[in-house]
């Protein structure tokens, strides 16, 4: 049987604007929308996709940096939206007019279907009025949304257990944040426990993550001000190296660049070769991941 290839791919990811797109066996769900229509239309494009064809967009919170092309995109494309209640009622004016028959609501903690495929959305730490997280299920494996973390919660923790590919935030250097320009609530407010989550921070997640399953960490969300690609990942790969967990041969790690689109991340089914390792940014770039009974075998090898 020949089946459609599945993935996951950044479109864009920082605080300039993020946006997510994971094609499952049975819909193309494209998850934020913080950049303009033209931008995202060009972004889905550039890896063979397009807005018209998408089954449905998901809203993790209403900060302008995940939602500012929103309102253009669903009443251009006519796109099923799905967020939660509270929300839905931040949004609403900023939207602008999009049809009663768009909005379909959700609750965390509750799966829903976009076509075939399940969606659970989840409960994430965040100074926004609902902020969410998703888990989408596709047919070879589990991909997991989960940025815009002021920490990474048992609930978090719980939902993301198993997925094969997270989207994982890791938004600042602590050092960058302290001795930079932001004024001193600005800094309070993305360390606290409702901010962001910093490359430590991330570390111990990504740590946590590969030791339940996950085969490939996507490190998202950068700041501008407060981070460096490069930074970023040398913390997560050196925790994990340190807990014996290495890249290209234990799991596979990028970062999503801010203006570009992140490599694609497929799923093979039902065998699969290699893995890239750490690798820079290259847009368009395929990736493969291991297979999951290859990545149950190794369980506990680190
Ligand atoms: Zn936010
Ligand atoms: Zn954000």
Not at 146 to 171: I, K, P, W
Not at 207 to 220: K, M
Not at 241 to 257: F, L, T
Request: hydrophobic fraction near 35%.
């Amino acid at each position: 049987m020949i089946r459609m290839k599945q993935y996951s791919v950044s479109l864009r990811s920082g605080s300039s604007g993020n946006s997510t797109f994971v094609r499952t066996e049975s819909a193309g769900i494209a998850i934020d929308c913080g950049l303009n229509g033209r931008q995202f239309a060009l972004a889905l494009q550039s890896i063979g996709e397009s807005p018209s064809a998408l089954d449905a967009l998901l809203l993790t919170h209403e900060h302008t940096d995940h939602c500012s092309g929103l309102g253009v995109v669903l009443r251009r494309h006519h796109i099923p939206l799905f967020l939660t209640e509270k929300t839905y009622q931040a949004v609403r004016t900023e939207l602008g007019r999009v049809a009663d028959s768009l909005i379909h609501l959700i609750e965390p903690g509750k799966p829903f279907a976009v076509k075939e495929t399940i969606i659970t959305p989840f409960s994430t730490p965040h100074d926004a009025v609902d902020s969410v997280g998703f888990r989408i299920e596709t047919g070879c494996g589990d991909i997991g949304i989960a940025t815009d973390l002021g920490h990474f919660s048992e609930t978090v923790r719980q939902s993301l257990t198993g997925c094969r590919v997270v989207h994982l935030e890791s938004n600042y250097d602590p050092h960058m944040l302290e001795t930079g320009s932001y004024p001193r609530f600005l800094k309070r407010r993305i360390a606290g426990p409702s901010g962001h989550l910093s490359n430590e921070e991330a570390a111990l997640a990504a740590s946590w993550l590969v030791r339940h399953g996950a085969e490939a960490i996507v490190l998202s969300h950068l700041s501008q001000e407060n981070n460096l690609p490069e930074l970023a990942l040398r913390v997560v790969t050196d925790y994990l190296g340190h807990e014996g967990a290495k890249a290209g041969r234990d799991y596979v790690i990028h970062v999503s660049p801010r203006y570009a689109c992140s490599r694609l991340f497929f799923f093979h089914d039902p065998f699969v070769c290699g893995v890239s390792g750490v690798s820079e940014p290259s847009a368009g770039e395929q990736l493969s991941l291991f297979s999951r009974e290859r990545a149950a075998g190794e369980e506990g090898a680190f």
